[in-house]
């Protein structure tokens, strides 16, 4: 553990008896409570202390659910944090001795109250808790474990996944989950002794790192900042003596300290709502039910509030507003304080604590402006960065301050502010020096390793990576002064490989093409630092035309193309698909690219790549190219006949090629049956929603007495927590019984190999035991064509009936398939039998669903009982009305919230919830029907408009109704942007089916024989809404952004 300590700066700039601080405002100034505390050396000591004292007063108040606060007293948090602790206590033991180091332990999840309790039991059993911003990806998690040496990481489920991959590159680190409300959160029946470690010298306690924070790693990995017991308890004690309200996180520095300033003055916080999304309800809603006297938050949620009037007022009404994280607009700011609200910024880091505060004098309205106090002055060093433009740097023996990154020991925060033209020692914060660059994806990526490499290339006088808000990167590059006067050409040839050479490191979403390396001119002026460190955001804007261009010439024909043949084409596919993968060797014309991983910026980048080299005849190339034609032999061939105007080298019609991929795996020779025990259940799609809630409902048949769940995993351990995780998400693993949970045991597979990628024993022991196979898994990328279904779908499909066709007569192949295989029907009702090919929906998904089904057919002809259960829309679960939010039709609900507009549809849907499914699944599948195929829809359906829409307005929401043409529209001018505006990344697909003026009614689907073999799908209600309110609270609660 390092030497240096981080003392917790007090509040600086408090106003002093005589500062008033807010137009007809009491005076604000720091309260130190009259309290004997001189005896306190700990934080459980400080929360025992109050709470002995004053058991019954509340201190804390966190939601039930929604925006539903509950009260907790000091007893509350004392007994609740004791409980936890004696929970985790056999796993993370109290130290028996002072003379022993405390256990650091991780803490990954939300800032919500078992967070907090958490918290507190850490501390009670004498532990260090590492706080974890849930922010950072895997390898900043590794980099502080390893730095503070953590031995545990205690995880929300949310974060398991993350917890355990951490935990496995690390074996030393012990992975444990966060204990839920019904551990702790029960009556209290007496507040007997909580201490759990009065057998410890509490003087050398006071000297022991409570919590460890971090840094935010923005311009490489974060960096461990500890905080001693002893300099955490006077921190406390100077606080506001206001009630609450906060929106910060308890892992950030600011979070802890007025958590606990509030526990030390008995003054209430109320925490938000780590479940929710900070919306402008929410916050007014909370607003207007309690009376709070200060707010703390980030400049969003002041935006939020400032748009109503009743917003602003409840602003008013409080007597301090403080806002930090990130600068607060000007005319928001100037808003706020023109309507009498006493708005406070601060500013700090996590490397040097809080160093200043904008509190001023009444008259002031320079909110903006941070002030330094006599105390913070002398250790700040304003650098010169630029036109009235300084960067802040705090220097040696600023007592918070725990990073030095300058030779003189100081820490330069790369933070630039602007000096005020008459007020001495004001700030106004402007921007940072090292802004990380997000693509319109949400994918985040700092360019600073990149650059460096580049520049240290004898070639590169300077380099600066763009493409915030794009699809993709693109790099800046001045050459060296060597390449005055020379080629373009020569100089992007001598300067790509060095590019290349960083993109092998690279994630594939941060790797740069070729096309998108744009050269200035070597003397070119660009700004920087009188250290020549370049200025990011000055650069972006001097260069702006050059970066537009980048991307607009994307799409554009032009320059030295070549007119290729077809053997040209496929010898310059390989290459490019060797360079865009980082491949050793070029793989045979007919792989799929998508078998090889290509994703969808890769896609891209080779599109972008075929438009700049590739003759086309002034043909437009679609932005989906690489999906719909996924090998070299397809592209090929399509790229040859664009630009010859010809359909001859196209390959013949799809129904085609699913009757050549029918032929192909509909072969099954007769195998002798193996006598069989038919007590193992295989499913597979186990980690997929209704695969857990299939799993669950086999695990309580008595008659099942091994599911085996096929899993895409690299080992035992690794699939079984994937389906774990899979029906903890879904909650229908916690209610199992311990002999049910014991029946699931997860496999790590492949079901492109023919043994399933398990072990030949494990293979021989299934066939003897097996009952039935369950198929729920399937690639789901509406993109994909259907070559690109083969070798992990089709092929599955022939495999697990293969594995049924040797167990013998009586184990049965049960396929998950999808109405989609049916969707152009000239029957109505839609029959329970084989489809045929050209009623398959126009897509790689549904035409690989409609070969599978036939798949079926032919091995029942071969006498293998194979059973097609062909699926409608799956919706939330009836009970907690969990549901993907990253499915159609939850995406077209969402636009409710990030457009406000929903679409008039002339539909008539049927939904059946995934529960639902999963019993319909499970009575068919284990039924002793025979072969048969089944329609598992609803038979009851309901209007989108006349049923839909009103009820989604009743559960709250608030929207535009549309006509489908136009609500298209109206989402294709939003916000391109896909993390705050999720449905943008569907819009062609919806277009496709909306962006028209006449419809094709809803299809009906047989459901006899469904229906015969299964009550619950009999039975199964139609739309109601106790059931649309659930679903639309879970989406509020998790996902859905407000506009």
């Known amino acids: 553990m390092p030497a240096t300590i981080y003392v917790p700066s007090p509040l600086e700039n408090l106003p002093n008896d005589t500062d008033v601080v807010g137009h007809d405002k009491p005076v604000v100034r720091p309260h130190i409570r009259e309290h004997d505390d001189s005896q306190l050396r700990t934080i459980d000591g400080l929360i025992r202390?109050?709470?002995?004292?004053?058991?019954?007063?509340?201190?804390?108040?966190?939601?039930?659910?929604?925006?539903?606060?509950?009260?907790?007293?000091?007893?509350?948090?004392?007994?609740?944090?004791?409980?936890?602790?004696?929970?985790?206590?056999?796993?993370?033991?109290?130290?028996?001795?002072?003379?022993?180091?405390?256990?650091?332990?991780?803490?990954?999840?939300?800032?919500?109250?078992?967070?907090?309790?958490?918290?507190?039991?850490?501390?009670?059993?004498?532990?260090?808790?590492?706080?974890?911003?849930?922010?950072?990806?895997?390898?900043?998690?590794?980099?502080?474990?390893?730095?503070?040496?953590?031995?545990?990481?205690?995880?929300?489920?949310?974060?398991?996944?993350?917890?355990?991959?951490?935990?496995?590159?690390?074996?030393?680190?012990?992975?444990?989950?966060?204990?839920?409300?019904?551990?702790?959160?029960?009556?209290?029946?007496?507040?007997?002794?909580?201490?759990?470690?009065?057998?410890?010298?509490?003087?050398?306690?006071?000297?022991?790192?409570?919590?460890?924070?971090?840094?935010?790693?923005?311009?490489?990995?974060?960096?461990?900042?500890?905080?001693?017991?002893?300099?955490?308890?006077?921190?406390?004690?100077?606080?506001?003596?206001?009630?609450?309200?906060?929106?910060?996180?308890?892992?950030?520095?600011?979070?802890?300290?007025?958590?606990?300033?509030?526990?030390?003055?008995?003054?209430?916080?109320?925490?938000?709502?780590?479940?929710?999304?900070?919306?402008?309800?929410?916050?007014?809603?909370?607003?207007?039910?309690?009376?709070?006297?200060?707010?703390?938050?980030?400049?969003?949620?002041?935006?939020?509030?400032?748009?109503?009037?009743?917003?602003?007022?409840?602003?008013?009404?409080?007597?301090?507003?403080?806002?930090?994280?990130?600068?607060?607009?000007?005319?928001?700011?100037?808003?706020?304080?023109?309507?009498?609200?006493?708005?406070?910024?601060?500013?700090?880091?996590?490397?040097?604590?809080?160093?200043?505060?904008?509190?001023?004098?009444?008259?002031?309205?320079?909110?903006?402006?941070?002030?330094?106090?006599?105390?913070?002055?002398?250790?700040?060093?304003?650098?010169?960065?630029?036109?009235?433009?300084?960067?802040?740097?705090?220097?040696?023996?600023?007592?918070?301050?725990?990073?030095?990154?300058?030779?003189?020991?100081?820490?330069?925060?790369?933070?630039?502010?602007?000096?005020?033209?008459?007020?001495?020692?004001?700030?106004?914060?402007?921007?940072?020096m090292d802004d990380t660059i997000v693509l319109v994806n949400g994918e985040k990526f700092n360019p600073v390793a990149m650059e460096g490499s580049i520049r240290s290339n004898k070639n590169v006088k300077e380099a600066v990576v763009f493409g915030a808000g794009r699809p993709y990167l693109g790099v800046l590059i001045v050459p060296s002064e060597i390449w005055a006067g020379k080629p373009e050409a020569d100089i992007l040839e001598a300067v790509w490989p060095i590019v290349e050479l960083c993109n092998q490191s690279a994630d594939s979403f941060a790797r740069i093409s070729k096309s998108m390396v744009k050269l200035l001119p070597w003397d070119c002026e660009y700004p920087r630092t009188d250290k020549g460190s370049v200025i990011r955001q000055a650069c972006y804007k001097n260069f702006k035309e050059t970066i537009d261009e980048a991307y607009d010439s994307a799409d554009v024909q032009g320059g030295d193309l070549k007119e290729l043949d077809l053997p040209d084409l496929q010898s310059f596919l390989r290459e490019l698909l060797v360079q865009t993968l980082s491949l050793e060797d070029a793989p045979a014309d007919d792989v799929d690219f998508f078998t090889l991983g290509l994703d969808s910026l890769q896609a891209i980048q080779m599109r972008s790549e075929v438009l700049k080299t590739v003759k086309l005849g002034n043909n437009k190339l679609g932005q989906n190219v690489v999906f719909e034609h996924p090998s070299i032999e397809q592209l090929s061939q399509f790229l040859l006949g664009l630009r010859l105007g010809q359909d001859s080298v196209k390959a013949g019609p799809i129904e085609q090629e699913m009757g050549q991929l029918l032929e192909k795996y509909g072969k099954f020779t007769e195998q002798e049956p193996s006598t069989t025990s038919n007590i193992l259940q295989v499913i597979t799609g186990a980690t997929g929603s209704l695969g857990a809630h299939v799993v669950a409902k086999l695990a309580t048949d008595p008659s099942i007495g091994k599911i085996y769940c096929l899993v895409r995993a690299s080992d035992d351990d690794q699939a079984l927590y994937r389906v774990k995780e899979s029906m903890l998400q879904r909650k229908v693993y916690h209610n199992l019984p311990l002999e049910a949970r014991r029946k699931i045991v997860a496999l790590p597979s492949d079901l492109s190999d023919p043994h399933l990628g398990l072990l030949s024993e494990t293979y021989t022991s299934v066939t003897t035991n097996l009952r039935s196979v369950i198929h729920c898994a399937w690639s789901v990328n509406f993109n994909m064509q259907l070559s690109s279904f083969e070798k992990g779908n089709i092929a599955g499909v022939k495999h697990l009936i293969d594995l049924c066709q040797a167990a013998g007569p009586t184990a049965s192949m049960n396929f998950c398939s999808s109405v989609s295989t049916c969707s152009r029907a000239t029957v109505v009702p839609v029959p329970e039998a084989a489809p045929p090919f050209e009623w398959a929906q126009g897509m790689g998904y549904a035409q690989s669903k409609s070969v599978s089904e036939n798949l079926c057919a032919k091995a029942a002809e071969a006498g293998v009982t194979t059973r097609v259960l062909r699926v409608g829309q799956i919706v939330a679960d009836t009970r907690h009305g969990i549901w993907n939010a990253q499915e159609g039709v939850p995406m077209m609900m969402q636009t409710a919230v990030t457009i406000g507009a929903l679409p008039k549809l002339k539909e008539t849907p049927s939904w059946l919830p995934v529960d639902v499914v999963a019993e319909a699944v499970v009575d068919i599948s284990l039924s002793d029907s025979g072969s048969v195929f089944t329609n598992i829809a609803n038979p009851k359906t309901f209007d989108w408009t006349q049923h839909l829409l009103p009820a989604l307005r009743n559960a709250g929401l608030t929207f535009d109704e549309l006509e489908p043409k136009e609500w298209v529209q109206r989402l294709r001018a939003s916000n391109p942007d896909p993390t705050a505006n999720p449905p943008i990344k569907l819009v062609d697909f919806f277009a496709s089916k909306y962006d028209k003026d006449e419809f094709t009614p809803s299809k009906a689907f047989a459901t006899k024989k469904a229906c015969e073999l299964s009550p619950a799908l009999a039975n199964a209600g139609v739309l109601d809404q106790d059931f649309v309110n659930k679903f639309v609270s879970y989406f509020l609660s998790t996902s859905w952004k407000t506009k």
């Open 49 to 432: 202390h109050r709470a002995s004292l004053y058991p019954h007063d509340h201190v804390v108040s966190y939601p039930s659910s929604g925006i539903n606060y509950v009260d907790y007293t000091l007893q509350q948090l004392d007994v609740f944090a004791w409980r936890v602790a004696k929970y985790y206590e056999p796993e993370l033991p109290i130290r028996t001795s002072s003379s022993q180091k405390p256990t650091v332990v991780a803490m990954l999840g939300p800032s919500n109250l078992e967070y907090l309790i958490t918290m507190l039991a850490l501390n009670k059993l004498g532990h260090t808790a590492l706080l974890l911003s849930t922010r950072i990806p895997q390898i900043s998690v590794e980099s502080l474990v390893n730095a503070t040496g953590a031995t545990a990481i205690i995880a929300d489920g949310r974060f398991v996944d993350l917890a355990d991959n951490v935990s496995k590159t690390i074996p030393t680190l012990q992975s444990l989950r966060i204990a839920g409300r019904e551990t702790f959160e029960y009556p209290i029946e007496a507040h007997g002794d909580t201490q759990l470690d009065g057998h410890l010298d509490p003087e050398v306690e006071t000297e022991n790192i409570a919590w460890i924070i971090h840094s935010s790693g923005s311009t490489g990995l974060p960096k461990p900042i500890y905080q001693t017991q002893k300099s955490c308890l006077p921190n406390y004690a100077i606080h506001m003596d206001m009630k609450s309200f906060i929106t910060l996180p308890l892992f950030h520095n600011h979070g802890i300290c007025n958590m606990f300033r509030a526990i030390h003055s008995r003054k209430a916080i109320h925490l938000y709502n780590a479940d929710l999304p900070l919306t402008q309800d929410h916050l007014v809603n909370i607003m207007r039910e309690h009376k709070f006297e200060i707010f703390y938050g980030v400049p969003y949620a002041l935006k939020l509030l400032c748009e109503t009037e009743e917003g602003i007022k409840l602003l008013q009404d409080l007597k301090v507003v403080m806002y930090g994280g990130s600068a607060c607009p000007d005319d928001l700011g100037n808003l706020l304080v023109d309507n009498g609200v006493n708005l406070v910024g601060h500013y700090g880091a996590t490397e040097v604590g809080q160093l200043m505060t904008s509190f001023r004098p009444e008259g002031d309205k320079a909110w903006n402006y941070v002030r330094e106090s006599d105390k913070i002055s002398p250790f700040l060093k304003w650098v010169p960065r630029g036109t009235n433009l300084y960067e802040c740097c705090v220097t040696d023996g600023w007592p918070a301050k725990v990073q030095s990154n300058q030779p003189d020991n100081s820490y330069a925060t790369k933070d630039l502010f602007e000096p005020h033209p008459t007020i001495p020692r004001a700030w106004k914060y402007i921007a940072r």
